[in-house]
């Protein structure tokens, strides 16, 4: 089940350029690369991952916390 609503999902697609997640996802769903955000609640950091990352972790961030948009909406 999709998830378009997710406010992290808003914030990736926003830092991304997009004004619509769907227009983000839709540019996104075949990458080898994604745009992933922190779902930490304070913490909004942004990094090109793997699609199916759940749990990465970047030099900004010091939790294991990035997940990537695709995941976030559920399509993958
Ligand atoms: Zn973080």
Same mark, same amino acid.
């Given at each position: 089940?999709?998830?378009?609503?997710h406010?992290?999902?808003?914030?990736?697609?926003? %830092?991304?350029?997009?004004?619509?997640? &769907? $227009?983000?996802?839709? +540019?996104?769903?075949? /990458? #080898?690369?994604?745009?992933?955000?922190?779902? %930490?609640s304070?913490?909004?950091?942004? &990094? $090109?991952?793997?699609? +199916?990352q759940?749990? /990465? #972790?970047?030099?900004?961030?010091?939790?294991?916390?990035?997940?990537?948009?695709?995941?976030?909406?559920g399509?993958?």
């Amino acid at each position: 089940m999709f998830n378009l609503s997710h406010p992290k999902l808003g914030t990736l697609a926003e %830092a991304e350029g997009y004004a619509e997640v &769907a $227009d983000f996802l839709g +540019d996104h769903t075949l /990458g #080898s690369v994604v745009p992933a955000i922190c779902v %930490a609640s304070d913490c909004d950091h942004t &990094a $090109d991952l793997e699609p +199916d990352q759940r749990a /990465g #972790s970047r030099e900004a961030c010091g939790r294991a916390s990035m997940k990537s948009g695709l995941v976030i909406s559920g399509m993958i």
